[in-house]
């Protein structure tokens, strides 16, 4: 398992984009597929992840929770904190 911290300019991405924003801070080259259930991230980056998928993609907060339970990772940390299980990417 690895622990990283993301900025809240970070976190201000769409939900792939925070799986390629952890990617690239772990030097993980071109990844083909995440793992969601593999990856817990704190509530508030979920929180600006949902931002800017409201403000920059226009999207109301229903689509937005509807695509966290089937894509996103587990919003069950404290903090800006993310955790990756091993096997998180392919």
Known sequence: MVTLK???DE????ITGLYETIARKLNIVKPNAFECRKVRVGEN???RCREFCMEQKGIDRFEFHMAWLQFGP???LDDDLVECDDGWYV
């Open 11 to 14: 976190a201000y991405t769409s």
């Open 45 to 47: 980056i979920m929180n």
């Open 6 to 8: 993301l900025t809240q």
């Open 74 to 76: 587990k919003a069950m």
